[in-house]
């Protein structure tokens, strides 16, 4: 074929054999046992500062326990859409369990966190109609604002002085303002205070991606509503099963009609199987546990400050981070797929995050902390950042 072959981008792509070459490649990794603090790598012991299973919930042994009674009963499949034959009873108790966690009227059940941010997105903007978005923002959210037939602005990471500036830009259009809970890269959160006031001023709604807040903050662990006080001012709340809850799937939360209304339109909801059973009796055991063991919180929070104070007394350069999250900033991509590996060899599983994901030359490691991760092995973290750190003259 010649220059109309669709399929030519892929013999001319090189990018991941000249990493694989370099042996910097650091993308799905093998993985052979359950996901916690500690995994086994091909074989290889490794510390694992890359997941999103915060409270250490994902091999906690009622949830596998629910997990497999779900399957036991129900099977291993929903067989066809919520719409249709997939809905099940334990759905329905997992949705009122989490509206009622969460402080909402109802909720409803997505296959996928990604699934959720698409289908709610695109359900609620139409034409005419406006997304008013932080830069930073989730690209599930992206991808939903994309699927709309409404038109998508973003602001500068949690300006609200930009903010303020779009929102009187559109002043005559119908908005949502969507915004992270705690960004996923920076850690830091958003300003919901901030944003609430002008979204009262300026007359228009709050979506809240609680994805990596969900678990993690306010009192109960309820998310970004709950650590302002200001659950009711989020309008439309996302939360994914994926990371506190131990399981996959995502939520949408809000007032009744808003729900009942997604679940007539949202295509990622109504094209798609249902959640299978045994993850939502995962996400129905981790919710409990949520509830029953604040110490994992306690103890994920108390984790999360040790390591930045840590890491900015070693001299690393990192950003504002409000949360378990903690990125470090390394400098080139070059630079961050080179300390992968070096850390990687050294027995710590990092994420290395680099253009375009991040600014030229700002590329990441980001860390992320568990709530079961041991003293020792925060401690053996913290001695290979600081040897690698040196090494390569970052610190
Ligand atoms: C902020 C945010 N929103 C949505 C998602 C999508 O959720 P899931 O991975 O459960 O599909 C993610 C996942 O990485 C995320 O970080």
């Known amino acids: 074929m010649g220059k109309l072959d669709v399929l030519q981008k892929c013999f001319d792509f090189t990018r991941a054999n000249e990493l694989r070459n370099l042996n910097w490649y650091p993308y799905f990794n093998r993985v052979e046992t359950a996901q916690g603090p500690e995994v ?6 490794k ?3 890359c997941s999103n299973n915060y409270l ?3 091999n906690h042994p009622k949830v596998v326990e629910a997990s497999m009674a779900a399957a036991k009963k129900y099977g291993t499949s929903g067989t066809g859409s919520r719409l249709l034959n997939g809905t099940t009873d334990l759905h329905y108790k997992v949705e009122k369990k989490f ?3 969460v402080g909402k009227e109802d909720a409803i059940l997505f296959t996928t966190g990604h699934h959720s941010n698409l289908g709610a997105l695109q359900s609620l903007v139409g034409k005419g109609e406006m997304f008013i978005c932080d830069k930073l923002d989730h690209a599930s959210i992206i991808d939903g604002c994309r699927l709309s037939f409404g038109e998508m602005v973003r602001f500068r990471h949690n300006d609200m002085d930009d903010l303020e500036r779009q929102l009187k830009r559109y002043e005559d259009k119908a908005k949502l303002i969507v915004v992270d809970g705690i960004f996923s890269m920076e850690g830091d959160i958003a300003k919901l205070p901030e944003i609430s006031k002008l979204a009262k001023k300026y007359e228009c709604r709050i979506f809240v991606d609680e994805a990596h807040s969900l678990g993690v903050l306010g009192e109960n662990g309820r998310g970004t509503g709950e650590y302002f006080n200001m659950t009711e001012d989020i309008d439309v709340l996302m939360a994914t099963a994926s990371k506190s809850l131990a399981s996959v799937g995502g939520f949408i ?13 949202a295509r ?6 249902s959640l299978p059973p045994s993850s939502v009796g995962a996400i129905d055991a981790a919710l409990d546990i949520i509830k029953e063991e604040p110490q994992r919180r306690i103890r994920l ?4 400050q040790k390591m930045l104070s ?5 001299g690393f350069k990192t950003t504002k981070s409000q949360s378990p999250i903690i990125p470090l900033i390394v400098g080139s991509d070059e630079t961050a797929f080179k300390m992968w590996r070096m850390l990687f060899d050294a027995g710590v599983f990092a994420s290395p995050v680099i253009t375009p994901a991040v600014p030229e030359g700002q590329a990441i490691i980001r860390t992320s902390y568990i709530a079961s991760h041991t003293d020792e092995q925060l401690n053996f973290i913290l001695e290979k950042f600081e040897k690698i750190g040196k090494e390569l003259g970052i610190i």
């Open 301 to 304: 929070l108390e984790t999360a």
């Open 99 to 101: 509206a009622d966690f």
């Open 40 to 45: 086994i790598v091909d074989g290889a012991k």
């Open 47 to 49: 510390i694992v500062v």
């Open 56 to 58: 250490g919930l994902a």
């Open 253 to 265: 939360a809000g007032k009744k009609e808003v729900i009942d209304y997604i679940k007539s339109v």
């Open 268 to 273: 990622s909801l109504i094209f798609t199987a």
């Open 310 to 314: 840590e890491f900015k007394r070693l």
